[in-house]
C-alpha cells in the first residue's frame, strides 16, 4: 500500500479546480466537517464550485462569501445553534450562489445511490412540497417536474419521487485518525461521510491524528473508510476549528459566531482571510493562530475518554514528519 | 413563578410526549423540549438525533447542533443520516419528533427555507428568497415518516399565515385527505406548540384550531396574532403554569440558561 501522506498546500492543487463539483465532509455545522481544505481552497482562489455539501459549515460559509460557490445543492445550509450562514447567505442574496434545496435525508440517499453508481434512488421525502416544485436549474417552470419526476413503482402502482444521484469529482473528507494509506476511524456520528467515500471520483482524507495501520487491525469494524477509496491523507491538527472533532476538542465558541459575524460583509471577510487564510503556512504557524489558551479549552472536551483506546496507535509530529518525507521519495 | 415564554413552550412541548416513546430530536428547543420529557416524565423515551446520535442525553447545556460534543459523551450508538433518517425514521419505525418553524399555515405545513416578497407559488417561478433561512435539514423527513410529530413556533401574525412562502416540511398539505393521498408513511403533525398556546387539527379536515392558551395570554390576543381565522375549540382551556418540578427539569437539561436569555 501506498504512503499517501501529501501537505494541504498540494493536496488542494492537486485534487481542485476552477468549476469542479466539489464535496466538503462530514459537511456538518459544528461538528466534523474539512475546514483547512476549504481554507486553503480559498487561498489558492478557487472559483465556480458546484459544491455538494449535505449540511452547511465554516467552510461553505466562508467559500460562499469569497464568492467561490457558483452553486450549492443542500438539505441544511445553516449553523445550527450558532445561526443563519451569513456569508453563504450573503452569496445566495445577491444572486452570486444559485442553491438547490433537497431534505437532510434526501441528500444522505442520494450519496448511497451515486456509491452504487445507480442513475436514480425513490423515496417518498421531498415530494408534493417545494423541494419537488422549486428548482434553481429550472427557474421558471413551477411547480417543477424535472428536479424530483414521480415515477411508479412496478411491483405497486405507488408512486415515489426519482432523485438524481450524486458522483463528486472531489470529496474532502475529514476524519479523527487515519493511517497512511488512508485507512481511516471517525468519532462521533459519521453523518454521511461512509457513503460520501464510495460515492466521489476522488477522496482527500484531512486527518486528525494519524495512527499506526495496528490501530484499524485491532478495530477493523470501526475502518469505515478504507485505503481503496483514498487518493490522498493531509495530517491537521485541529482540521475541524473553530467546529468541533468528537473525542478530540469542542467547538469554538467565540470564533464560530465571531467568524460568522465577519462572513457578513465583504470588507469583514477581507480581514478574515488575511489571518486566516493568508496568514499561515505550516500546521505550527496555524495553531499559533488559534493560541495555546483557546487550544487548551477547547480541547479539554468531555468526549475526550473517546480517544483512549486509540492513543498508544498516535504517530508524534516527528513521526509525521519524517513519514510526509518518505511519501515524496 | 419566574419562567420565559420559551421555557413555557418547551415544557408544553414536552408534555405532549409519551414515555416509551422512540423519539428524533432536532437542533435548540426540540432538544431541550424532548430531554426535558426524558427527565420529567419519561423516563423510558428512546431519542436520537439525526446524526445517528443514539441513547445519549445532553451534558454541559444546550448542544450547538445535533452532533455537538455535549451530546456526544454518553451514547449508546454513534451511526449516520442514511441510518437515522432512512431506516429508523422514512421506514416508519419512529413514534415522534419535534421540528421548528419559521412560518407555519393551518394546515401545519412549514417552512424554514426562505422569506419572499412574493413567494414561488403566487409568483409561479422560482426566484432566490429575499432572505433565505436554513432549509428544511431533516425536518422535511421527520414530517413525512414519524407516527405523528410536534411543531414549535414563535406565535406571530406574520409566522402563523394561511400559506406559507415555502413549503420546505409538509404538514397536511391542502388538508382533508390530501396528506394520505400523498402516500407519506407517516400520520402527520399531532399539534403545533406556539409561545402562546397549543393548535391541534381538527381530524376531518386537518385545519388546525386554537385548543389551550397559556395563562399569559388570551384567546383574542391568540387570534390576532395567527394570520388566518383561527377556529377556537367549544372546550378552549388554560394550559397549566408550569410546576416547579417540571422547571427544575427543565432548567438541568437547559445548564447553560439558553432558554431564560431569549425572554
Known sequence: MNNKLISIQEAVAAYTWDGMTYCNGAALPVGSDSIIFGFEMARQNRKDLNVICHC??????????????????????????YGFAAGLN????????????????????????????????PATVNIHNDQQKCSCDFPDEYPCSKKIPLITDPFTGKKYGAFRTIQPDVAAIHVTMADIHGNAIMLGTEWNRFEMSRASKKVVLVADRIVDTDCMRQYPNLTRIISEVVDAVVYWPFASYPQASCGLYDS???????????????????????????????????????????????SDTATAFLLDPYRKWIKD????????KRAKE | MEYTKQEFMAI????????????????????LAGYFAKRNHAPNLRAFTEGGVYGATPVGGLPWGIECNRISSNAVSFTNAIDALGFLVSSGRTDNGVIGAAQVDKYGNVNTTGIWDEPPWKLGRYVPPRIR????????????????????????????MERVDYVSSPGYLDGGDARKKAGFVGGGPSAIISTLGILRPNPETKEFFLDAYFPFTSVEEIKDSTGWHLKVSPDVKQVPEPSERELKNLREVDATGSLRKSG
Not at chain 1, 459549515?57 to 438539505?75: F, T
Not at chain 1, 509530529?317 to 510526509?324: G, R
Open chain 1, 56 to 81: 452547511g459549515s465554516q467552510q461553505i460559509n466562508l467559500l460562499g462569501a469569497v464568492g467561490a460557490v457558483k452553486r450549492i445543492e443542500v438539505g441544511f445550509s445553516g449553523l445550527e445553534v
Open chain 1, 90 to 121: 450573503r452569496a445566495v442574496a445577491a444572486g452570486k450562489t444559485r442553491i438547490e434545496d433537497y431534505s437532510n435525508g434526501a441528500m444522505a440517499i442520494r450519496l448511497f445511490g451515486g456509491a452504487m453508481n445507480w442513475p436514480f434512488v
Open chain 1, 252 to 298: 469554538d465558541e467565540e470564533m464560530m459566531f465571531g467568524m460568522n459575524k465577519m462572513m457578513k460583509t465583504d470588507e469583514d471577510t477581507e480581514t478574515f482571510c488575511k489571518k486566516w487564510i493568508n496568514g499561515w503556512n505550516t500546521r505550527e504557524e496555524y495553531q499559533e493562530l488559534i493560541g495555546r489558551e483557546k487550544i487548551e479549552k477547547i
Open chain 1, 317 to 324: 509530529d516527528a513521526e509525521i514528519a519524517e513519514l510526509e
Open chain 2, 12 to 31: 408544553a412541548t414536552g408534555r405532549e410526549i409519551r414515555d416509551n416513546e422512540l423519539i428524533i430530536l432536532g437542533v435548540g428547543l426540540s432538544m
Open chain 2, 133 to 160: 433561512l436554513n432549509g428544511s435539514g431533516g425536518a422535511n423527513d421527520i414530517a413525512v415518516g414519524c407516527k405523528r410529530y410536534l411543531i414549535m413556533a414563535s406565535h406571530e401574525s406574520r409566522r402563523f
